[in-house]
């Protein structure tokens, strides 16, 4: 219930962040926490797959911050890039759910929740 309860919080703040008219790329300066985020999504949408979790809720909060944030074609490689590095850094990893990467689920849930919180409490309006 706790991972649930965090998983809303967490796409609850990306929404509150990404709601702002978007920006370019130079003039985003919570850029870096976004593409960390969206690196975060990734490792997410591995590592809760592999431990049971089923479907593309991962991929899904990703593709709602792209939409939110409306980037141009090069800023949008970036985001993917960064996704797609965190999917791959757990991917040749695990082969199944160990405790190991139920450690890291946890991790990266508090790290998504609390970048979120700090980017929305930062730079939100």
Not at 30 to 37: A, K, V
Request: charged residues 25%; glycine residues 8%; hydrophobic residues 40%.
């Amino acid at each position: 219930m706790k991972t649930r309860l965090r998983c809303a919080v967490m796409l609850v703040a990306v929404a509150a962040i990404c709601g702002t008219a978007p920006a370019r790329a130079a003039e985003s300066p919570f850029e870096g926490q976004l593409l960390r985020l969206s690196e975060i999504l990734g490792s997410l949408h591995f590592l809760r797959n592999l431990c049971g979790e089923t479907g593309s809720t991962w991929r899904d909060r990703m593709e709602t911050l792209l939409e939110a944030e409306n980037p141009d074609a090069e800023r949008r490689a970036r985001f993917i890039a960064s996704f797609n590095r965190g999917y791959r850094a757990f991917e040749g990893s695990y082969g199944s759910c160990t405790p190991s990467a139920i450690s890291a689920i946890e991790r990266y849930m508090k790290e998504g929740a609390e970048l979120t919180k700090d980017t929305a409490v930062r730079f939100g309006n």
